[in-house]
């Protein structure tokens, strides 16, 4: 989110609406809990969720039932996705939103607007 990747910079910066799907929340604290800068990264992603364009995006039981869907797409094809990856798709299917990610297996879902960054 904040690494200073241009192409995601440009994209965020040009975004009028943000969903940080709460999956992605708890990944991002998770990786702050094991690193040295926690408070710093607090105070970032503290002072990016203040932003108006930014919403959390939620689980409910419309986002169970993308999930259920993309579980069972992906499961026919034999093609899975980790689990958290897969409630983040969800969460975008839920509220129209594109994926953008550094990750090509969001790729494999079919429905799903996907935006891949080249890392």
């Known amino acids: ?7 995601a910079v440009h994209l965020i910066a040009a975004a009028d609406r943000i969903f940080v799907p709460v999956i992605v929340l708890g ?47 992906l499961h026919q ?14 969460v975008a299917v839920r509220v129209g939103a594109t994926i953008v990610t550094y990750d090509a297996h969001f790729r494999r879902l079919r429905g799903v607007e996907v935006r891949l960054l080249a890392a």
């Not at 002072?47 to 108006?52: E, T």
């Not at 364009?53 to 993309?70: C, F, N, P, Q, V």
């Open 27 to 73: 990944e991002l604290r998770a990786g702050f809990l094991g690193g040295s800068k926690r408070p710093m990264n607090e105070a970032l992603l503290h002072v990016f969720l203040q932003d108006p364009t930014e919403r959390i995006g939620t689980i409910d039981a419309d986002t169970a039932s993308a999930y259920a869907k993309l579980d069972h797409q």
């Open 1 to 7: 989110m904040h690494r200073g990747h241009p192409p």
């Open 77 to 90: 094809a034999g093609t899975p996705i980790p689990k958290n990856d897969l409630w983040i798709a969800a």
